[in-house]
């Protein structure tokens, strides 16, 4: 973990705003994994790896509008129906809760919300599944709310407007380089949880820390 700097040591956070996927939920790996196959079934051949470093913390639009140019031709109309039926296939009864995210949630006290550049019913179908849903099912902001995705501000402004709490006092935990850049723009102070990303794509983050055990206290 680095350090925060001096003017984070006396920041207070009125509230914190979770990233959905790879900070609350263990999906990208399963994501990754179905978008990889689909993509290279439809013609733009795509590995594993590829899938993580394109387009994690993207969104379907991005993902979309990356894989025609490479293709040449536009996907089919069904691409995101088809992505999404196979994802909700793969992920029942398989996703868990990202590793300690449950028990730092018991000790952060302030308010906290989810927004997710995923659909409303990709948050609560994967937030049930993890067992996380009554945790924030009267906070969810999602990318159906906003025209622009990350790495544009606008989902995490709108959730802190919702909220009633200025930018500056909002804290954003996020896993994504574009999330990072997202919390950036929208003047708020991010964390960068390096579990399962690289350290090196979160290095412009506020906050970098790799345990969900630690968050608690840095968010004090
Ligand atoms: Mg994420």
Redesign the pocket.
Known sequence: MRAANASLGSARFDLIIF?????LVDS?PHANLVLAELLTELGVATTYEESVAEF??TSLPYVRSFAERRLGAPLPEIFERLYHDRLFERLRGRLEAVDGVASALRRIRQPRCVA??GSRERIEFTLREAGLWEEFRHAVFSGDDVPRGKPAPDLFLYAASSMGVPPARCAVI???PL?IQAAAAAGMTSFGYAGATAKERLAMASVLFERMEELPFLLR
């Open positions: 990233d959905n996927d790879g900070v990208e994690l913390g997710s550049s996020e896993d994504s999330g």
